[in-house]
């Protein structure tokens, strides 16, 4: 593979490439799915191949293929060449790309169980283990559980002399109970709404405390059939940690990217409220929001040695004391926000796709207090857990979530179990209004694993840390409220 | 991928069963996109890629494995992952045998100047599209797309070629071309796409003309408060809601396991009589595959006939547990999800949108709906944004842009306040008219 790199490299320079870069990627993943007592699921998959980024004339034309052969990465490469020289036929600002330095090193993401080396017996006993518990519960109709690995092996080579080495192995699994009547269909999940996955190996999946939550989980589903109905209102509001991760990535994350800023995503995921003008002026939250970037977190989704513009790991404030300072960047757009060096958020979801800005890990930096503490100090609130549905404007203004259930807080005590509630606000007014963040005991680094952005279209993972935290006067109950 | 090579690829898959009950299914093709933004190309690719994937089926047990190197070596270790993943695993009782030979009617979807399309032609045709946004003053996104075999939108793999042990053989190959363009003033836009079999269908320019004229009619949008409105909903808008609805409501495992709205509702009116909805592959706006991913030949199924809840798609276990024959809309198998429709057709009228526009004393008209999710699945209550052209209608006219709405509204009651239906076109992998709808539900507002 790496070879077939250097000579598609080669190919593209000799073709007239100004600039270059080759990723030969294979990946390796596991998936496995349970379902009501009978394996749902269970796909071995691998691919590989060699992604061809040019640039021609100050236009950029890209070229993908899994034909692993001398003539194939020559062809492939001729083939991101001649589309580059298209690309620069009509009228263009030349592509200029910050510099960096062209780093030659290896870098692997932490694993110390090698999860593809654990029996898959052991694997699907856990899972069923986990769906023998969940149907014990009467009323449950659907039991479903899941464990998936990936692992990706990436060479990249520029024409400036880059020469990166990287592996990252993610590890991740979740279970969902679901009960239906004849009106409603309710559901549970464990540990988080599409699984919790991290850049760990097998030992991550030990770590979860799975068979301590299945029973518990499986009653709330049943016992959200006949709860009553959240109420439709302003309240004050408590988002536990994962449903805070959703509500980061799509109110904090996709404004930030300067791509959509800039227009580049227009006519797709769309633009962005967070205009130049706005940076180092504009109050996105109160005092306590503090939200950072952060490429180098430990078992991040988004962590890595280097990102596909071959930019090192950095870390960041987008939000600092409530001021919006920081864009997510690239080399070919840092300078339009004024920076000299991109910040490194460049990444793509395989060798067949072109690497665009996508974000790194992004959290809400822990306040101070359990939730407990925060819990108590709320007269009366709904706290909302785990992430149901997702929706927010193209300018990102907004949004709209519901999650799984609320608990109804009276005099810091949960009262009684809401089902179906939704929240709808404004980002900026919502995060104005965030007035308590708890501490690093009840921080947790929860993750995204389905992000969609570009086209075509592609699949982005990113790690959100984040500690409950109080939002007040949130206006509650769009969808149930006519 | 021609269908003699597919022939030839899998019959060397199958060659190497060793006796073992053996599926594969191949995948893949040829997908190249130039992409636009601020009146330049900001991305072109292409990418060529195939995925194999092989499943064994040893009595009760099946395992499956994917992978993208189709030489024979690749195929022989794939075939091994795949068995040995199936014997790893407990027996499936309901495990179905790998089906026989099956009869498919063919559907011409390819067209070979599509395939053949060069960067340079999306280059000019994108050209023609920023053109007519540069003078208007506008900045003109989107994209050009050219697509040749079973890459979807997000990379995913269709079956293009599938083979079984049993004798079973199909193959389809389609083409398409896509052209979308959203003209940009501030956060004042307009849109308009195109969608095809056949790049000769897509007219970069006219389409952009929509986009601009929408886009400046956008300008200085009008504070409506939120509220119920009669509005008028272009194809695209139609597409995005009705694709959400199949998505939760038709596949027969839903309703078998009382998840969706039809769950009890079979033979009963659940809709108005104006609407009728089907899954038809066949449709010549649509030109599908005629398989599915079992193998199984797609018949064109009624969802729900003039208001009536008519029926759901099958795969074969869901159809064995009803004692019936699939419909071919079933998933490699096993999976958890169940049959779903992917060829949706609602039926519509005569007339134009302008049409339905001259029929509202007062409302909305919606050129599209973004970030669509599902609030609420027995009813269908689905929460989105109006997105690039929302504008007032007064007196049966277009007047001015109106600032964009979060909309929360059931689609089967929306379906039951249908007053008037325009001719279908294909938008967003839908064949659907536009609608007049009464009531609509817009339940917030935004900052543009």
Redesign the interface.
């Known amino acids: 593979m790496k070879d077939l790199a250097r000579l598609a490299l080669d190919t593209a320079a000799a073709r007239g490439a100004d600039y270059a870069d080759v990723r030969a990627i294979e990946f390796t993943r596991e998936d496995i799915?349970v379902?009501n007592g009978?394996?749902?699921?269970?796909?071995?998959?691998?691919?590989?191949?060699l992604g061809v980024r040019v640039l021609v004339q100050g236009?950029?034309?890209?070229?993908?293929?899994?034909?692993l052969t001398k003539e194939g990465a020559e062809r492939?490469a001729a083939?991101?060449v001649?589309?580059?020289?298209?690309?620069a036929?009509?009228?263009?600002?030349p592509v200029r790309l910050a510099p960096e330095p062209a780093h030659r090193a290896v870098w692997t993401s932490q694993c110390a169980v090698d999860p593809f080396s654990v029996?898959?017996?052991r694997k699907?006993d856990l899972l069923?283990r986990i769906d023998g518990e969940m149907r014990a519960v009467r009323g449950v109709?659907?039991a479903?559980s899941f464990l998936s690995f990936l692992r990706k092996r990436q060479h990249y080579v520029s024409t400036e002399g880059a020469d990166i080495d990287q592996t990252v192995t993610r590890s991740g699994g979740g279970f969902t109970s679901?009960a239906?009547?004849?009106?409603?269909?309710q559901r549970r999940t464990f540990p988080q709404a599409e699984g919790f996955h991290q850049a760990l190996g097998y030992e991550f999946i030990e770590s979860i405390p799975w068979m301590e939550n299945a029973r518990r989980i499986a009653e709330e589903s049943v016992a959200l059939l006949t709860a009553d109905q959240c109420p439709s209102g302003d309240f004050d509001l408590i988002l536990e940690g994962s449903q805070l991760a959703l509500q980061i990535h799509e109110s904090v994350g996709h404004p930030s990217e300067l791509d959509r800023v800039?227009?580049?995503?227009?006519?797709?995921a769309?633009?962005s409220?967070l205009t130049l003008d706005k940076q180092h002026k504009l109050a996105f939250g109160s005092k306590l929001v503090n939200l950072v970037a952060d490429a180098t977190l430990p078992q991040g989704l988004a962590t890595f040695g280097f990102d596909d513009d071959g930019v090192e790991a950095q870390r960041w404030h987008i939000v600092q004391d409530g001021l919006f300072v920081g864009y997510l960047t690239s080399r070919e757009l840092a300078h339009r926000a004024g920076d000299a060096r991109s910040r490194g958020c460049v990444r793509s979801?395989?060798w067949?796709?072109?690497p665009?800005i996508r974000m790194v890990n992004l959290s809400l930096m822990p306040g101070s207090g359990t939730l407990e503490d925060l819990l108590t100090d709320t007269d009366h609130g709904l706290y909302l857990e785990t992430n149901r549905?997702?929706?927010?404007?193209?300018?990102r203004?907004?949004f709209?979530f519901?999650t799984e259930l609320a608990w109804e807080i009276r005099k810091g005590k949960r009262v009684r179990m809401l089902k179906?509630p939704?929240y709808?606000g404004?980002t900026t007014q919502f995060w104005n209004s965030c007035d308590f963040v708890c501490g690093p005991e009840e921080w947790k680094p929860w993750g995204v694993v389905n992000c969609?952005k570009g086209?075509?279209?592609?699949?982005a993972e990113i790690t959100h840390g984040a500690a409950p935290a109080r939002f007040r006067k949130v206006?509650v109950g769009?969808?149930?409220d006519? | 991928m021609r269908r003699e090579a597919a022939h030839a690829l899998l019959d060397q898959a199958l060659s190497l069963a060793n006796g073992r009950d053996v599926e594969i299914i191949l995948g893949g093709g040829f997908d190249a996109l130039t992409r636009f933004a601020n009146n330049q190309i900001t991305q072109n690719v292409a990418e060529r890629r195939y995925l194999l994937s092989a499943r064994v089926v040893e009595g009760k047990r099946t395992g499956r494995a994917t992978t993208s190197d189709v030489s024979r070596e690749g195929i022989a270790r794939v075939l091994d992952r795949a068995a040995r993943a199936a014997r790893l695993q407990p027996e499936i009782p309901d495990l179905l045998p790998l089906p026989d030979a099956q009869h498919y009617t063919d559907i011409d979807a390819a067209d070979s100047a599509t395939e053949a399309l060069e960067p340079g032609a999306r280059a000019k045709e994108v050209e023609r599209a920023v053109r007519r946004c540069r003078k208007a003053g506008l900045e003109g996104a989107g994209i050009y797309e050219v697509r040749s075999g079973t890459i979807g939108e997000y990379g995913e793999i269709g079956a293009l070629a599938m083979a079984n042990t049993r004798g079973l053989f199909a193959y389809h190959s389609g083409t398409s071309a896509i052209f979308r363009v959203s003209a940009l003033d501030g956060t004042a836009s307009g849109w308009a796409g195109r969608e095809s079999h056949r790049a000769a269908d897509v007219d970069g320019d006219a389409l952009s003309e929509v986009a601009v004229e929408k886009a400046l009619r956008s300008r200085a949008p009008a504070a409506w408060e939120p509220g119920r409105y009669t509005v008028v909903l272009e194809p695209a808008a139609v597409a995005d809601l009705i694709q959400d609805m199949a998505w939760i409501s038709f596949g027969a495992l839903l309703v078998q396991e009382g998840r969706s709205f039809l769950a009890g509702k079979m033979g009963t009116r659940v809709m108005g009589e104006n609407i009728t909805l089907r899954d038809d592959p066949f449709h010549p706006l649509h030109r599908g595959s005629p398989f599915d991913a079992e193998g199984m030949p797609t018949r064109p199924t009624t969802l729900i006939d003039r208001g009536v809840a008519a029926g759901a798609v099958y795969d074969r276990q869901t159809a064995a547990k009803e004692g019936r024959e699939s419909t071919g809309h079933g998933l490699p198998v096993p999976n958890t999800y169940g049959p779903i429709a992917r060829h949706l057709v609602l039926e519509g009228g005569e007339g134009s949108v302008e049409d339905l526009i001259r029929k509202v004393d007062r409302g909305l008209l919606v050129t599209r709906v973004w970030y669509t999710n599902v609030v609420d699945p027995k009813t269908v209550t689905l929460t989105g944004m109006t997105r690039d052209g929302l504008f007032a209608i007064e007196g049966g006219k277009v007047t001015g842009g109106v600032r964009n709405f979060r909309f929360n509204q059931s689609v089967v009651q929306m379906l039951g306040q249908v007053e008037a239906l325009s001719r279908p076109e294909r938008t967003g992998g839908v064949v659907c008219p536009g609608l007049l709808v009464r009531s609509f539900q817009m339940s917030s507002g935004t900052e543009f």
């Open positions: 799915q379902k009978e394996v749902g699921g269970l796909e071995l998959s691998d691919s590989a191949g236009a950029w034309g890209f070229a993908a293929t899994d034909d492939c083939e991101a001649a589309i580059g020289r298209a690309s036929s009509l009228e263009h600002e029996p898959l017996e699907l069923f109709k659907n479903e679901t239906v009547s004849e009106r409603e269909v800039l227009g580049m995503e227009a006519n797709y769309g633009t409220f979801d395989g067949h796709h072109i665009m549905s997702w929706s927010i404007d193209q300018l203004y907004n709209q519901k179906n939704t709808q404004i969609g086209q075509p279209g592609q699949v206006r769009a969808g149930y006519a």
